[in-house]
DNA sequence: CATGAATGAGGATTCATTCAT
DNA sequence: AATGAATGAATCCTCATTCAT
């Protein structure tokens, strides 16, 4: 049996790897343009070596894509049951959204940008995971419309997606400029999207 | 000369044929999935014949990407020096950048998400091009600020990227669901980046 | 029209030498064994080039499949509509058979040995044809009972079975030994088939 | 020397077990078709575990190849010295060589279609047994010239040969149908063998 | 005995590009 | 201005084989 755990262990590592190699070519050279001998390369395999992997190429992008879904998601889920004013969890949303460009290599650029490449019926599980994700948001603001923390014309699903569409921006600008720093940025999204540009008053 | 002129002018539709068909295939599969048969066809020439109207793949991506951003520029200059209050020249702006997503097939898209792909002699003008816009964009944010119009605290570098990346995710939404209606959009937009989420008052 | 007419007859010959050349690599090292290097090799162009003329490989096996049968099957046609006596047509339909082992290069050895590694799909066509001329021959037989030229109690499907396996086996060897004389094996496959071994009388 | 014996003994199974599961695997997909981690599940042991069976593929298909001929020839050899006549004889001798299909798996499909892609040096071996097995059904014929129980007239090397190619026809068949009687098949290739289909009489 | 992990060479296929016509 | 034919390099993937454990 120890042998059968090390075992397991040492390809789960290995696997995991694969990944993190795999989203980071990704992130840098796309679906298409990324060759899997430049993934083996990250890793310091051999090319054929991968495949102990990954079924294939694609399969690759499913798992960067799910890897990065997955973390990212289950921190909203809890964020969402737990007490704390509307702003406050909202700060918090986007303060986690920033964050897993930084912790997930990689990955979450690579959901955004290249995930549309995979087959429909790879992307199934994702499409879940994200729908998820724009529904936990939106009922965030919808909590908020209904405590009277925020605007009660609010288009909640507008701004879901609105803040959505602004995190990864920045998020992408976080992973290209790492001089940036996530709190602030944060900071400044959750200013932006609670009180505008107008003056205050 | 007539018979050149005549030449040309014909030489000259092609060619934004080509340019449109490029913009739309790179927009659907990215510039590395997309092949110059896929270009072709969309044009309805021969692979080879499309040599004729590039000089190369990415010498089609660089002017698809071009062709994007100068009239989305140029429009933005023209607004930049026209007379009217701040707010309204943000909303007309953020109504021409949504506007070129649909109007100018998918070279927006393409821009946004290919042009990292071009070798760095080829993006010189593209940055040229953006960074101008940028600029534009965060003069009017400045502007806006000094004539008591916007909050005095505004970060307007920031506030003028957020705009982009908003108004990117939105013109993408644009283009995959052709049931979303621009004006609409564009008005939400306006009415976040202006007053987010908060009640009034 | 004459350079189009010219252009497609340059393909048809291209593709003709390229069944040919297929026909010839997939009998000496078989489907799997062979490598469209090896086919491109044959017939003097490059291994890319050969794509310009088969879809795949095994699109390559149909179509050298498709080659053998479909002559073959013809020559049975005209065969069985011409008078004649039994043993003379029998005599003939071996002969034709045998023929088409040396004037069709390999592709009658290829569907022999070969086709069961094309998908199902691939094969339908194949299926008809070759049943098709096992129900010619078969007929041959049947009309001989009938007419009294054969034996009454002659199983006519295991007969037509038979010699199809009988000619194959021989039209191997005929390839395979160069220095085989197709009439001499064609006679004495009549004589077997018609005679057996037993002492005349 | 007793736990090697044991050894040796649960060696020599999974090697019977190694060898008709190589035997299975090619006759379904050819040599070159098949692969190591086929015949590895087809035994139900890892793919590197079949190393311990076979130097290589290639010498699993030599052992497949004369694991198929050695019974097939020994069977053979009994049989020519027994006593009985001819057409006995010859009928004893197709039952042996269509039961082969049966029982041995499918190694004698494989020896027939698969053994040319040895290279050389195995197949030495492989010939002296296939020449030997040639010759003894010749000599079969020639007795039965002799003693004048066959036709005088006969070429002795061709019909035995015929013989072979006639019962390897309907060997794979009893393969592709197990519907099919063997001896049923085996009393009409005699019959056919000794009669011919003309008349009796 | 057996396995999991890794290798590296080979193979099918794609594709940007060229060029004679 | 356009095309058909060809190229050849690149790329994904497979697979026989090895080996430490």
């Known amino acids: 049996m120890t042998t059968s755990r090390a075992t397991s262990t040492r390809y789960q590592q290995q696997h995991q790897r694969a990944i993190a190699a795999a989203a980071s070519v990704f992130a840098k050279k796309g679906f298409h343009g990324a060759t899997t001998q430049d993934i083996a390369n990250e890793m310091g395999i051999q090319q054929g070596s991968l495949y102990y992997y990954f079924d294939s190429k694609e399969a690759a992008l499913e798992e960067v894509c799910l890897f990065a879904l997955r973390d990212y998601l289950s921190r909203m889920e809890v964020l969402a049951t737990q007490p704390g004013s509307i702003t406050n969890k909202l700060g918090k949303a986007i303060q986690s959204h920033l964050a897993s460009y930084r912790t997930h290599h990689e990955a979450m650029k690579v959901h955004n940008e290249q995930r549309l490449y995979l087959a429909d019926t790879r992307r199934e599980q994702l499409k879940t995971l994200g729908s998820r994700y724009r529904e936990l948001l939106e009922q965030l603001f919808s909590a908020g419309v209904k405590?009277?923390?925020?605007?009660?014309?609010?288009?909640?699903?507008?701004?879901?997606?609105?803040?959505?569409?602004?995190?990864?921006?920045?998020?992408v600008m976080l992973l290209r400029d790492t001089r940036l720093d996530i709190e602030d940025i944060g900071a400044r999204c959750l200013e932006l999207t609670l009180q505008g540009s107008l003056p205050p008053g």
């Open 147 to 171: 405590d009277g923390s925020l605007n009660p014309q609010l288009d909640c699903r507008f701004s879901a997606r609105s803040l959505i569409g602004l995190c990864n921006y920045w998020g």
